[in-house]
């Protein structure tokens, strides 16, 4: 465990709230902030915390402030202005974010707090909401490396890994590597099952062989039979996803990266918005496939 701090998290939505409960658990003293009054000052209420009405008041006094919130607009309103956390934070304290984002808002967010004094990590996070209640997310930074290493020790209260990528930015550009790759893998996995019930086999029985090797993944594992009954309410959902492909794709079109699956993933999304899935999980790619 590492040594107590006092920290601040900002945003205490499905991902935030359970990681800030993981943070006090671990004998960190916490102030939160959220939007939404009532969810921080029952967060506050629940684990003993301080409730704060502003960024900036609370990150007062904070060694660490954390962030986990929606977007680039987001971000900059919690961190940035004449009540964000950036105006609060002490000499020397660590802005850590964990929203999905792009790189451009990590660098920018960076060379801001090193006018201040501060340092600033990019660090999205993998594993979903099971893995933010679990404490087993896996995190992605972009950073200094001594800020880094102020900053892994209480990263450790939520993480079951967590790695510098490179520079500020580098965290943003490895989650859009995970979502890049996490789009292909579902399209794939839903024509396949697709494709099984098409060609007459019992798809369940098929994966359940198949899993065994080459083709086997994380969402061949946790979401095969949920995907075959055409439920969709259980992870990451379709609006978010495509939120982060338009990251992707936009930072593509500045690196000169070739996306070809997943600019046409994407389009398959919003097929899938235009049948009333915006909030379905990632996973109901097979629907449109599968509708009549």
């Not at 943070?23 to 684990?47: C, M, P, W």
């Not at 977007?71 to 974010?97: H, I, S, T, Y």
């Not at 979502?179 to 579902?186: P, S, V």
Request: with cysteine; net charge neutral; proline share 3%.
């Amino acid at each position: 465990m590492s040594q107590s701090a006092s920290v601040a998290f900002l945003g205490l939505g499905v991902m935030g709230y359970p990681m800030a409960g993981h943070l006090v658990r671990a004998g960190h003293k916490a102030a939160v902030y959220n939007r939404t009054v009532a969810r921080a000052e029952k967060f506050a209420a629940q684990h003993g915390a301080a409730f704060a009405p502003t960024p900036r008041e609370a990150a007062a006094g904070a060694d660490f402030v954390f962030s986990c919130v929606g977007n680039d607009d987001d971000l900059r309103a919690v961190a940035l202005g004449p009540d964000g956390a950036f105006v609060g934070m002490k000499e020397g304290a660590v802005f850590v974010d964990h929203t999905t984002a792009s790189a451009e808002v990590a660098r920018e967010l960076y060379a801001e707090a090193g006018k201040r004094g501060l340092g600033a990590i990019d660090a999205p996070i993998s594993g979903g909401q099971a893995g933010a209640e679990s404490g087993k997310l896996t995190v992605m930074c972009g950073a200094e490396p001594e800020i880094y290493a102020k900053a892994e020790p209480v990263m450790a209260a939520y993480s079951r890994a967590c790695r510098l990528m490179g520079p500020p930015g580098s965290g943003q550009l490895a989650k859009m590597v995970n979502q890049i790759a996490i789009a292909g893998l579902i399209q794939s996995l839903s024509e396949a099952l697709h494709f099984a019930r098409s060609a007459g086999l019992d798809a369940e029985t098929v994966i359940d062989l198949i899993k065994n090797g080459a083709a086997q993944s994380w969402q061949m594992e946790n979401r095969t039979r949920t995907m075959l009954a055409g439920e969709f309410e259980h992870g990451f959902a379709v609006e978010w996803m495509r939120k982060d492909l338009a990251i992707c794709l936009a930072e593509a079109r500045r690196n000169g990266a070739r996306l070809p699956v997943a600019a046409l993933v994407d389009q398959f999304y919003a097929e899938v918005e235009s049948m009333g899935g915006k909030r379905w999980d990632t996973s109901s790619l097979i629907a449109r496939l599968e509708r009549k």
